[in-house]
T-cell receptor, first 113, second 113 residues
Framework: KAGVTQTPRYLIKTRGQQVTLSCSPI?????VSWYQQTPGQGLQFLFE???????NKGNFPGRFSGRQFSNSRSEMNVSTLELGDSALYLC????????????FGPGTRLTVL | AQSVSQHNHHVILSEAASLELGCNYS??????LFWYVQYPGQHLQLLLKYFSGDPLVKGIKGFEAEFIKSKFSFNLRKPSVQWSDTAEYFC???????????FGAGTRLFVKA
């Protein structure tokens, strides 16, 4: 069974640009969560989607948004990039977060110059 | 707001030594608790989880954790570490049904051969 895949794996952007990251969950998984990992703040929860509905979100500005498609694939978008958005963005999927384990992808390393 | 505190940021042990990593959380309601591990160059993966039932939880690779509700703690233990246990360990908590996982800052474990 293929694991969680994230594309692209590496990305370099400049301040003010926007970026879209993609996550393909494990087949059959309907829940997708996104996290930001930085050396200073650690792993922080961004949002969680289940069957195309956002069920919870973390404490991030409105520049961070996401969506989930009917095939459970998810995208997150960051607009007006800031230097502090440089991070590893992790996606995790599960059958249903209420009872199931999350499986993490390799992440997308975003560098903002 | 929920928070997770991991007591040690860096731990150095010799092979065969016993390991205990502390984790405390702040939330008064029902919670799900997790320990994740990130080996060098690998994805974040689940070591063990507690949803309900027996507070002593056994995970992969000989790890176990004990949930002590009165102390808001979920400490990770292993009786005898190996060099291959060198990794970063994260404690995480989520309010049951909240779909939002809060991670601790992580503990970097280095095991000397």
């Amino acid at each position: 069974k293929a694991g969680v895949t994230q594309t692209p794996r590496y990305l370099i952007k400049t301040r003010g640009q926007q970026v879209t990251l993609s996550c393909s969950p494990i087949s059959g998984h309907r829940s997708v969560s996104w996290y930001q990992q930085t050396p200073g703040q650690g792993l922080q929860f961004l949002f969680e989607y289940f069957s195309e509905t956002q069920r919870n979100k973390g404490n991030f500005p409105g520049r961070f948004s996401g969506r989930q498609f009917s095939n459970s694939r998810s995208e997150m978008n960051v607009s007006t990039l800031e230097l502090g958005d440089s991070a590893l963005y992790l996606c995790a999927s599960s059958i249903d977060r209420a009872t199931d384990t999350q499986y993490f992808g390799p992440g997308t390393r975003l560098t903002v110059l | 707001a929920q928070s997770v505190s991991q007591h040690n940021h860096h731990v150095i042990l010799s092979e065969a030594a016993s390991l205990e990593l502390g984790c405390n959380y702040s939330y008064g309601g029902t919670v799900n608790l997790f320990w994740y591990v990130q080996y060098p160059g690998q994805h974040l993966q689940l070591l063990l989880k507690y949803f309900s039932g027996d507070p002593l939880v056994k995970g992969i690779k000989g790890f176990e954790a004990e949930f002590i509700k009165s102390k808001f703690s979920f400490n990770l233990r292993k009786p005898s570490v190996q060099w291959s246990d060198t990794a970063e360990y994260f404690c995480a908590v989520e309010r049951t049904g909240g779909f939002k996982t809060i991670f601790g800052a992580g503990t970097r474990l280095f095991v000397k051969a």
